[in-house]
């Protein structure tokens, strides 16, 4: 099953458990707005290539659209679509005033040089800049893309517009209109979920084991922070396999391996495993934070953590999803474990409007605060329901979006498909 046609059967589950409107889900099954680009950009041999970009807009109910873009060479837009989706009822879940949307490229990140990577999100952002803006939908890092090209991006839409417009796009550089805590948000705000949970759960994270896949901007700072706090972390991993030591590796060296030597392969802290292997190695927690579609019917019953932490949007097939549940395993999903990231966003886009930066201790205890009071939510409708914890962050969105488009009336959202190169 595709991630799209994966987040659609989420919802519909979800909106059977607590009788959604039936219009209003078949609003929020489709996005407003597609688009579908071309860059012809010149690369460093003087050759000329033409990549393919998308930005989805998939809902402006609650606010302005919202959500990252990456540089991928699988990315298709069907799997935009989904993010998009995912992104609107993230927003939701948090309670930030914002939409979704997402957007992406399909190259290889890992292969263009920095001057390629200027002129590719330079294109892009001449491509898509008519449907974008601070009160409109505002971009932000995401698999591939850092603060760097939010920096490109920024200075690109500015000058098109011919007006300094820090609010257009967030994660940006300290320098040029960043925040304070957004590089470690995601991680942090999954951090805050998970120790409320457990708090509430009566567990420990002294002696606990956690596994993290993915060893990008999510993943090495949730292995850090989970490192900080006391956790035991047992494995990790990024695109070219992993590394595990049962009695423990140190996240800090292991992100030193990866500046160094591009991988924490090289890691000598453990030893090497494959990806395949790393998800079903034994923990109490499993933290994805790669990609979609990790955990599938193919090694679902071979999972040995007792708590799942999606930091990685869509890392849990429905299938598999429904399995684990079924074991009694909790899984944390996506639209509130890696909430932090677009929470600290909005934090960034407020400070850019008044054009004054907060405390970082600000900024943690705000996160800490909605983060938490989140998860609370979450977990009462759950125990009203008697329904999964993924189930229970679908009824908390889709509660406040069914609320917004109410009280919006008929004309809301404008509906308007475009496909164009
Ligand atoms: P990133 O590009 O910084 O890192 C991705 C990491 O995953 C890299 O280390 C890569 O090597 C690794 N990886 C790729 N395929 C893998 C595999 N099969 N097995 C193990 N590792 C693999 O990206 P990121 O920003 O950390 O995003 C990771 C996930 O978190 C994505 O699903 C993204 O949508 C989600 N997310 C990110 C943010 C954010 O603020 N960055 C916010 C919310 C959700």
């Known amino acids: 099953m595709n991630f799209y046609a994966n987040t659609l059967k989420n919802m ?50 609650r606010g302005p659209f919202k959500g990252g873009f990456r540089y991928l060479a699988e990315v298709d837009l069907d799997e935009i679509k ?23 490229v399909k190259c ?72 304070l805590g ?59 396999g992993g590394v595990y030591n049962e009695k423990g590796i140190d996240p800090f060296c292991a992100a030193k391996c990866k500046e160094k030597e591009g991988s924490v392969t090289k890691c000598k802290e453990g030893k090497s495993v494959t990806n395949e292997e790393l998800l079903e190695l034994p923990c109490d927690i499993l933290v994805l934070a790669a990609m979609e579609n990790q955990v599938t019917n193919k090694n679902m019953s071979n999972i040995k953590a007792k708590i799942i932490l999606e930091l990685a949007n869509g890392p849990t097939t429905a299938e598999a999803d429904e399995y684990l549940s079924g074991k009694g395993i909790v899984l944390i999903p996506d639209i509130l474990a890696n909430a932090g990231g677009v929470t600290v966003s909005y934090f960034e886009w407020l400070q850019n409007q008044q054009a004054y930066y907060w405390e970082l201790e600000e900024i943690q205890l705000k996160l800490k605060r909605i983060m938490v009071e989140s998860l609370d939510r979450v977990l009462d409708l759950q125990k009203k329901y008697k329904c999964t914890m993924r189930e229970a962050a679908y009824i908390s969105a889709f509660d406040r979006l069914d609320k917004a488009l109410k009280l919006r009336g008929s004309g809301a959202p404008l509906r308007c498909k475009v496909y164009y190169k």
């Open 12 to 61: 519909s589950k979800a909106a059977k458990i607590m009788n959604l409107d039936q219009e209003t889900l078949d609003i929020l099954s489709q996005p407003q707005k597609t688009l579908i680009v071309s860059l012809p950009v010149r690369m460093d041999d003087g050759s000329l290539k033409v990549f393919e970009g998308y930005r989805v807009q998939h809902s402006e109910l």
């Open 82 to 104: 989904a993010l998009a989706t995912e992104m609107s009822l993230k927003c939701a879940v948090v309670g930030i005033p914002y939409g979704g949307g997402k957007g992406g």
């Open 108 to 179: 290889n990140a890992k292969e263009l040089s920095q001057g390629e990577l200027e002129r590719i999100t330079r294109k892009y952002v001449q491509a898509v800049y008519q449907i974008i803006g601070p009160h409109h939908d505002i971009p932000a890092p995401d698999m591939y893309t850092n603060a760097q090209i939010m920096a490109w991006f920024m200075d690109e839409y500015s000058r098109l517009v011919n007006q300094y417009q820090p609010g257009v796009v967030t994660g940006k550089p300290i320098e040029v209109g960043g925040s």
């Open 182 to 240: 957004r590089n470690t948000a995601t991680a942090q705000g999954g951090a805050f979920v998970l120790e409320e949970y457990m708090k509430k759960n009566d567990i420990k994270a002294e002696g606990t084991k956690v596994i993290v896949q993915g060893f990008g901007n999510a993943g090495s700072f949730a292995a850090e922070i989970l490192h900080g706090m006391g956790f035991t972390i047992v494995a990790v991993s990024d695109s070219r």
